[in-house]
């Protein structure tokens, strides 16, 4: 058994509309059998933060097309993406390109 | 396991670029970005040295990383510049009034002048005001009628000689397809140029220096930049119809990116057959505006605001322009007919 996992932090830019208008998340993934992956990280975001029109945020078991994605920073492109295991205060950050700059 | 910069091999890659399928560091990144967009200015002559550009600038992410970029392309290769921001206050409160305090701090940061022109100024009406006579339908119409007449207006008092907007390859992409999904063959013909020429009196050069910049590359470079940008979605909600268009065309890019250069490439390749009617483009008989019409677009929605018909200017109304310009008074059939608000 796996302990709690926190996150250091958890941002949603762009998109905060469909999280209560809250951008920044304070996050503690409870503990479970496996470690946790950002594929069920999505999942979890889906149950417990999104508050409206989920459809705007995922698709399928991954983020919709034009919403990016950063894990420490860096591209989740090169971290492996749905597959990436959480560590112990990662940094999280979605951003969303899905309306007009 | 981290992955190394394919470019200078040392420091550990943060992105994937969309384009190239390169992994590179911030460094690297920011050097190719920068650099792309300087081959992109060299390569079609967007600027002379000594020319005073105006900078549209929203305070979102496109037009804040143009900003920051042509600031620091001036600076390293002596374009001899003189840039000046100007912005578009649409009236919209809680949404621009955020996003031009935005704008005002990228002043400070930038160092750069800053003109902001109103449409409550230029129109006597703020998109508050039109949302309320005309609904949250073809609120989008107006705004985007207005402001690229708003932004030519200030250009000409600030004496400009071109606009550059932060127009990225994804919007000229998405544009392509909106102008081939609505028929439009005049815009989709002339939609991939990176400029124009000024088209009359009135109407500045506009050219899109971040015309071949990835959206995904521009947020990356705001964010990794910590550029200060507002990125809050308009409370009137985005236009319907581009909104498909745009998630068409994302959906696609997330399978194949080359997509949004590929239908660039397509566009900017179409030749048009002779023979296919084109507007001539004309001048506004009342205000002196670029318009294929005797009244220009932004004049006829004007009208239609200020006559209580908000329809006047939605879909096809031409001949109604005589009657206007002349002043007479439009029958009880006309007028029900404009009235009432529409949909499509």
């Known amino acids: 058994m796996e302990s709690p996992l926190p996150l250091q932090s958890l941002r949603v ?58 894990i420490n920073d860096a591209d989740w492109e090169l971290m492996g993406e749905l597959e990436y295991q959480l560590q112990d205060q990662d940094n999280v950050v979605f951003i969303s390109t899905l309306h007009g700059g | 396991m981290p992955v190394q910069c394919s470019s200078c091999g040392e420091r550990r890659a943060m992105l994937k670029r ?157 544009t392509v397809l909106m102008n081939v999904l609505r028929g439009d063959i005049a815009r989709l013909r002339r939609c991939t140029a990176i400029s124009t020429a000024s088209e009359g009196e009135g109407v500045v050069p506009r050219c899109k220096p971040l015309k071949y910049a990835y959206e995904k590359e521009i947020v990356l470079y705001a964010y990794f930049k910590k550029l200060d940008y507002f990125s809050t979605e308009c409370i009137y909600s985005p236009n319907a119809y581009r909104g498909y268009a745009r998630t068409f065309l994302k959906d696609l890019e997330s399978v194949r990116p080359s997509t949004i250069m590929d239908i660039i490439h397509s566009g900017e390749n179409l030749s048009v057959r002779e023979g296919v009617k084109m507007p001539v483009q004309g001048t506004c008989s009342r205000c002196g505006y670029i318009s294929s019409q005797a009244l220009c677009k932004s004049c006829v929605l004007l009208e239609g605001l200020n006559r209580g018909l908000p329809k006047l200017g939605i879909g096809k109304h031409h001949r109604l322009h005589d009657k206007i310009l002349t002043k007479q008074p439009l029958t009880e059939a006309e007028e029900r007919k404009l009235r009432k608000s529409v949909d499509f």
Not at chain 1, 43 to 67: A, C, H, M, T
Request: hydrophobic share 40%.
């Open chain 2, 18 to 174: 969309p384009k190239t399928g390169h992994s590179l560091c911030k460094e690297c990144f920011f050097w190719a970005f920068e650099e792309e967009v300087h081959q992109t200015i060299v390569a079609a002559q967007l600027f002379k040295p000594g020319e005073t550009v105006g900078i549209g600038a929203s305070g979102g992410k496109d037009s804040t990383v143009l900003a920051h970029v042509m600031k620091v392309l001036n600076e390293r290769y002596n374009y001899g510049l003189k840039l000046i921001l100007i912005s578009v206050d649409e009236g919209i409160t809680g949404y621009r009034d955020d996003s031009l305090e935005t704008v005002k701090r990228n002043q400070q940061q930038y160092d750069l002048p800053l003109k902001i022109v109103s449409y409550e100024e230029l129109y006597g009406w703020t998109m508050d005001a039109i949302v309320k006579q005309v609904g949250l339908k073809n609120n989008c119409t107006f705004c985007g009628v207005f402001r690229r007449q708003a932004l030519d207006r200030g250009a000409l008092m600030l004496k400009v000689d071109k606009i550059c907007t932060g127009h990225n390859a994804d919007d000229v992409a998405e």
């Open chain 1, 13 to 70: 830019g762009g998109a905060e509309l469909l999280f209560d208008g809250v951008k920044e998340h304070q996050v503690t993934l409870p503990s479970q059998s496996e470690p946790w992956d950002m594929k069920q990280l999505l999942v979890w975001i889906q149950r417990n933060l999104l508050k409206e029109r989920p459809e705007l945020f995922v698709q399928g078991d991954s983020v919709r097309p034009g919403i990016l994605v950063l």
